[in-house]
């Protein structure tokens, strides 16, 4: 593994001076050549260009074998050293979507190879991926657990087969993770997405209280009530409330299980059944708050006006309705960020650090989204 870092430094060090060289030989010469466009007769500069070029591009060429030997030499330390097994719930999954991307792109930017699965939501086909993947013999693993349930077994296989690996998005305990010092959670503290979905609601004019009558009444959309996120968003966001001495009535709590078209569902039947009652809706992501829109729009209601709405992600189609109004806000859940810490904590491991009990999470911080800041992260 040391081996392959200072190989890819190496190769790297070539590779820049490889380009410097040749930005110093060729690059230079080519604005002025598109210069020469509108200056045809000067296109024909002969002589004193072409030695120029043939020197330069001799020394590109030796820099350029140069950089190709190392690279050579580079790719087998990687192919030998640098497979990474990337396994996510599921595929079908907006926010695991943009992260996935931005994990494989960071990783293959690094030179690793990569092999990325599909969950498809069932732990047993996991069990599975990961079980080939040790049998691969892949260097490291980054896995999003199809079930936070399953993490102790997750974690005595990686052990047993002593692979380094990240865990993101769903997290166990700090107790769980302590079985395995080669062990890393990254995600997000989701009680703080839970208490910035609360502060939206207290920022709007009527502090989510619609009607006057002394109570922020509101329905709550729940994701998947298994996974940690989901109970603290549920929890924190009205926590928030309370804590600013507001008082609230829940009016309905049901598990969208992270989905677009069950937010859609249960928003439809909540407004049938409450009408005018409802004054906030919070969903526990932006991908159900989208389906609860298009409920909040089939009902003639208006977001912002006559209820207010929340989600959490900051995927580009709530960014979109908050910049349009037609949502209240959302909460940056940074896919970027956290696939950057993964590949930060991954790249630890395999460098050989061991984490202690109590070390073992890694949070990026989330961020409160209104119209004022949403065009930054568009
Ligand atoms: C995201 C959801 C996503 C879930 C998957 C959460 O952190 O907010 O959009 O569906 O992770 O586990």
Redesign the pocket.
């Known amino acids: 593994m040391k081996l392959t870092k200072k190989l890819t430094a190496m190769a790297m060090a070539v590779l820049m001076a490889a380009s410097l060289m040749a930005c110093g030989g060729k690059e230079a010469s080519e604005p002025a050549a598109a210069d020469t466009e509108t200056q045809e007769p000067a296109a024909d500069t002969s002589a004193a260009e072409d030695t120029e070029d043939t020197a330069a591009d001799e020394t590109e060429d030796a820099a350029t074998d140069a950089a190709e030997d190392a690279a050579d030499q580079v790719s087998d330390e990687v192919a030998a050293g640098g497979n990474i097994g990337v396994c996510i ?1 599921k595929f079908d ?4 979507t943009t992260y996935r991307n931005a994990l494989q792109e960071i990783l293959e930017g690094k030179g690793y190879t990569v092999t990325v699965m599909d969950g498809k939501n069932d732990q047993a086909e996991q069990n599975n991926q990961i079980n080939n993947f040790i049998a691969q013999e892949v260097d490291a693993l980054i896995i ?1 657990p199809v079930m936070t349930s399953a993490a102790d077994q997750i974690i005595a296989t990686v052990k047993d087969a002593d692979i380094p690996t990240v865990l993101i ?2 997290e166990p305990t700090a107790e769980q993770m302590a079985a395995y010092d080669k062990l890393v959670y990254v ?2 503290d ?1 009680r703080q ?1 839970g208490t910035m979905q609360g502060e939206l609601i207290l920022d709007t004019p009527n502090k989510g209280d619609i009607n006057g009558d002394g109570k922020i009444s509101y329905i709550m959309i729940q ?2 009530p298994e ?1 940690i ?1 989901a109970q603290y968003r549920t929890e924190y966001s009205v926590k928030a409330l309370t804590d600013a001495g507001m008082e609230v009535e829940e009016l309905d709590l049901q598990r969208g299980d ?1 989905d677009r078209n069950k937010g859609q569902e249960i928003a439809q039947n909540d407004l049938a059944k409450f009408g005018e009652e409802i004054e906030v809706i919070f969903c ?4 159900m708050a989208i389906g609860a829109l298009q409920a909040i729009q089939a009902a003639g209601r208006t977001v912002n006006e006559d209820i207010y709405l929340v989600g ?2 900051a995927l580009d189609a709530a960014l979109n309705e908050v910049v349009n109004g037609n949502m209240t806000g959302t909460v940056l ?1 940074d896919a970027n960020g956290q696939a950057a810490g993964a590949v930060e904590a991954m790249e630890a491991l395999l460098g050989g650090k061991t984490y202690a009990e109590g070390e073992q999470s890694i949070y990026v911080d989330y961020v409160k989204v209104t119209p004022d800041n949403a065009a930054d992260f568009q």
């Open positions: 719930y999954d907006a926010f695991m999003n998005n769903r995600g997000c989701a997405s994701g998947d996974n996120d992270w526990n992501n932006d991908d959490v992600d859940n």
